[in-house]
């Protein structure tokens, strides 16, 4: 018989999980922010990771007939926290109510608040294998309309003679607005069909080099749900392997303040949706199962922007020495680049899963019309030349009790070089849970589109130990820190050696009652570089460390506001020049009422950096799909203001303005991004319509 006193302590602890469960805004934000503070790159376009976690919030999947991959594609849970659910459900059967997850071994409070919004317990199973007319049916359409703007003006966008632009590339053809436009037709995870595009500032639009409208288009049609024929996609599309050596298209996490998030949880197959440029495959995949065995077969076709030269002896002959992968197609030499060099990826994806085991083998060709010959320089005589390579690569990932095998290794044809991912993810139970990942990347291992778990920005020319441990020490506080030690056994760009360094952090995080939580985060990076200090001859390598300080809290205030405050300080030490320093303080109010049709999210910023080398880069709230993660240095304030304004059940209003003063400048920006004041103000306006 159950005690009267273990009833109500479970009574206790699920009314405070759901006290404490997440919003989904909070959760997206925190997985932008993980990958935006590893990356350090303003021009992030995350639509993928967003696109899943949108889904299962509102369609929240079944615990009684979920799968593996489907509670891989939330990225919230490891493999170790997916096995025992399913364990758990193979020996008691069915959940009766979600309060049993708590009982679950290697759930942590934390892992249990983030989950919640996404999932739910259901007598009644859901169909697994869906027909094409169903889907149709009982779908759903979506789209999007966006408009971006920098509101100053900017030295590119001079009114000048179209002579002038002919003449020069220092002045872009089109006006200085974003426009964006998406239509998407879905039914769950299987059925989307849907076209994308994109006009990036400076380009022209229906005139000029763009007579049919937007510089960029994506479409693409996909299906999943056979038991025999498992998917198919049709246009522009993503595969995902292994661990991510051989081929990832799309972004994955990295090193973050979510220290057992370092395994990669490939989807071998899904549609693409993002108007990033490169990262995604044109042309056609399907992927076809039995039993345990499960077969992805994919062809892509299209172009990349490059630089042609032609060959001064073989009049006839040319090849490539620069790719371009920005996306930017504003100026003469950026449109005489567009789609000049013809890309073909082909391959196939062999996997077998049994339960707690898996294993895949896959071979990828990569072919090129021209080929690449780049200048030879001391830093990257190892990278790839020529005109086809080839990427080969087994991985494995197994569940044993409270442990998790996983790993990769892969070869390239160019060079043969080699390329090994090892890692162990294990829990001691709920309490305690510990990740280690060994890599070893040659200088000369070569693929395009790869993603490993890496310090640097490429799979190559690296090794490296990380060990990360996570402690929940109370209910209330917890403690996630990493150290990662890594080599580059050859030379760099700006690193004329052999180089090493490492990076530790330390965050430990309390959330003492419903609606709070402060977390403080210290991170230490020590890389190398040249010195600044050379006499012309000799140029020696200095260690760089860089330190981030950061506290930060979360208030809420009432069911309808919330408070958000973060102090960080960042100081950067190098031999040859002076110490650098800077900080920022923002200050956030969300004010989201659960029976007013309207949302708003204020900020105000106060930053101070000494050059842009000490640059922090902090998120921001923005219109869904749209991406903010700007630096800030200098000397100034930044201040927002969004507003979301929902009406006639089936639309969604965003508008955000923003502004940034700079008190130490008198311009901003340079080249043809210059502005003349101390002023730069952006505004976006989107509008989304579901039926």
Known sequence: MIQLSNILLIIVTLVSIFSFSQEKNDIIQQRIEFISEQSESESLDLTDVVDQLNFYYDNPMNLNSVDTEELRELGLLTDIQIADLLLHRRLFGKFISIYEIQALQYWDLNSIYLVLPFVRVDDKLDQLHVGLKEAIKQGKFEAFLRYQTIIEDRAGYEDVPDSVKESSNSYYHGNDDRYYARLRFSYRTNLSVGITAEKDPGEQFFKGNQKNGFDFYSAHAFYKGGKYFKSLAIGDYQVQIGQGL??????????????????????????????????????AAFEVGYGDFSLTTFGSYKGIDASIISDSLLEEQEFVSSINLTGFHRTNSEVARKNALNEIIAGSNLRYVKRNFQAGLAAVYYGYDRSYEKDTLPYNQFDFRGKSTMGLSADYSW????????????????????????????????????????????????????????????TQNESGLYAGLKLNLTRQFTVNTYIDVFKFPWLKYQVDGTSNGHEFMFQPSYKPRRGTEVYLRYREQRRQKNSRNSDGTITGLEDIVQRNYRFNLNFKVSESVVLKSRVEYVTINRPSSNPEDGFIITQDILFKPKSFPVDLS??????????????????????????????????????????RYKFARKFDLWVRYGVSIFANRKTLGSGSEEITGNTKSDLTIQLRMKF
């Open 246 to 283: 051989n081929l990832w298209s799309g972004f994955a996490f990295s090193k973050t303040a979510d220290v057992t998030n370092v395994k990669r949880s490939a989807n071998s197959l899904k549609p693409y949706t993002s108007v990033d440029e490169t990262r995604f495959l044109r042309g």
């Open 399 to 458: 569940v044993f009790r409270n442990f998790n095998f996983f790993g990769e290794m892969a070869a390239s044809s160019y060079s043969w070089g080699m390329a090994n991912i090892h890692g162990v993810l294990f829990s001691m139970d709920s309490r305690a849970s510990m990740s280690l990942v060994y890599r070893n990347y040659n200088k000369n291992y070569q693929t395009f589109y790869n993603a490993g778990f890496a310090e640097g920005g490429k």
């Open 602 to 643: 204020l900020r105000y910023a106060l930053f101070d950096t000494d050059s842009y080398d000490s640059r922090i880069y902090t998120y921001e709230n923005n219109a869904l799909y749209v991406f903010s993660v700007p630096s800030y240095y200098y000397r100034g304030s930044r201040a927002y203001a969004l507003v």
